[in-house]
């Protein structure tokens, strides 16, 4: 009953920047959703790049951005923002947006919802 939609991906020259919003709708029960970004280029493995949760007061990055990509938690809207700066040709994929049940108590069930995916090109 959780639909996800992503949107904000693009082209941008290295070291430019990009934002984009990954919002959750239908029945989320008043909840504040896990969320997390993944990304998945041709050739590579499925990659976690940012996680929100614990209703917002925690946050998790893949070591390949970290420094340079922030995600963040919108409570009234139930969207998750993730600011890419800095970006880097090996950014180029395409990104998804997932979102998991909380767990009481802190953390998350396995990621339940997903979107399509937005592209997101660096080129150099």
């Known amino acids: 009953q959780v639909q996800i939609m992503e949107s904000g991906g693009g082209s941008v020259q290295a070291g430019g920047s990009l934002r984009l919003s990954c919002a959750a709708s239908g029945n989320t029960r008043s909840r504040l959703l896990c969320m997390g970004w993944f990304r998945q280029a041709p050739g590579k493995e499925r990659e976690l790049v940012a996680r929100v949760y614990n209703s917002g007061s925690r946050t998790a990055y893949a070591d390949s951005v970290k420094g340079r990509f922030t995600i963040s938690q919108d409570n009234a809207k139930n969207t998750a923002l993730l600011q890419m700066d800095s970006l880097k040709p090996e950014d180029t994929a395409m990104y998804y947006c997932?979102?998991?049940?909380?767990?009481?108590?802190?953390?998350?069930?396995?990621?339940?919802?997903w979107g399509q995916g937005t592209q997101v090109t660096v080129s150099s």
């Open positions: 997932a979102a998991a049940d909380p767990v009481i108590g802190g953390g998350c069930l396995s990621d339940k919802y």
